[in-house]
């Protein structure tokens, strides 16, 4: 089985290193200065207790490979990109290969359903940082990360259990679950902190705003008749297994959506987080203006360049009041 890493960034740069560092067939897929330095000089995978150098096979785009139906396509960019990335895809692949959604939010599976018929869901835990080009902190060791997967919209079948089986051999906690889409609503409940992480500062996750918020999603998922796993649930999933600490020389950064701030990609992932919130609040009758305030946040700092943190959590409350 080999591992197509489509977008290798702070998770797919993660994935990838780890299952290539493990003896795993892995190609990367990655553009820009990023692509040309892992092309030049390797992947630099950063964790708190090493530093490697992994010379991984890199390409710019899928149609340099010559795709095989047994490869496994891992997705891990921004749903904002997915799309296209989905048509650059179709256009040279086997109808038949698998594509793995390592990313945040429910949109990225109902999009390649549209292309492929073998999809799976990925529910992503993991810490990492990209900021610069070759170079990706995952800041949680000796297990990098947990990602359960299954079939989409639901299923478990071989391939899922072998995908798990691979990334338990590499440092990853992975498992087949059937039900995956409940943990990935149950993951974007969190998510939805990410435009508050990026535009207030990590100081405000967690906080007030970010409660509501999350109630504002947990009636509209009851309204739209949408399971999700418990927070117990997701308490007990994650354990202990985790250990999150300081990478020497290099400072943490925040969510993936403060890291596109950070990185000024002019784009961010809020339409598909906070977004997918106001979508259901307007197909089922359900307010949501917190959500709909940080959607609106997050996109006009990526749309105009500006900074993670720069907006003070007191003007987003005056605005909802």
Not at 114 to 129: E, G, I, K, Q
Not at 194 to 211: E, K, M
Not at 232 to 242: F, P, S
């Amino acid at each position: 089985m080999r591992y197509v890493i489509y977008g290798a960034g702070a998770v797919g740069g993660t994935i990838g290193g780890r299952l290539a560092q493990h003896g795993a067939d892995v190609v990367l897929v990655a553009r820009g200065d990023h692509g040309r330095a892992i092309r030049s000089g390797g992947l630099r995978l950063h964790s708190p207790d090493d530093s490697v150098v992994l010379p991984i096979p890199c390409v710019e785009h899928p149609g340099e490979i010559d795709l095989r139906p047994d490869d496994v396509v891992v997705l891990s960019m921004k749903t904002q990109d997915t799309a296209p990335a989905l048509d650059a895809l179709r256009a040279v692949a086997p109808p038949e290969l698998a594509v793995v959604c390592a990313q945040n939010g429910v949109e990225n599976e109902r999009l390649a359903a549209r292309r492929f018929a073998n999809v799976y869901a990925m529910c992503v835990m993991l810490p990492a940082t990209h900021l610069e080009p070759g170079s990706v902190d995952v800041s949680s060791s000796p297990v990098s990360g947990i990602l359960d997967l299954g079939r989409y919209p639901s299923g478990a079948d071989d391939v899922a259990a072998a995908i798990a089986a691979d990334l338990e051999r590499s440092s990853f906690s992975s498992r087949p679950d059937p039900r995956i889409m409940r943990l990935k609503y149950s993951k974007l409940l969190s998510n939805l902190g990410n435009a508050l992480d990026a535009a207030c500062g990590p100081g405000a996750r967690g906080g007030d705003l970010h409660a509501r918020a999350r109630k504002e999603a947990l009636e509209c998922y009851a309204a739209a008749g949408i399971d999700a796993a418990t927070a117990e649930e997701d308490r007990a999933r994650r354990g202990n297994l985790m250990s999150i600490r300081p990478i020497e020389g290099r400072p943490r950064g925040g969510s993936s959506s403060w890291q596109s701030l950070a990185r000024g990609t002019g784009s961010i992932e809020s339409d598909y987080l906070n977004g997918e919130v106001v979508l259901l609040g307007r197909l089922h009758d359900v307010p949501t203006p917190v959500n709909a305030l940080l959607q609106s946040t997050a996109a006009r700092l990526a749309r105009e360049g500006g900074q993670p943190g720069s907006v003070p959590l007191d003007d987003l409350v005056a605005q909802l009041a």
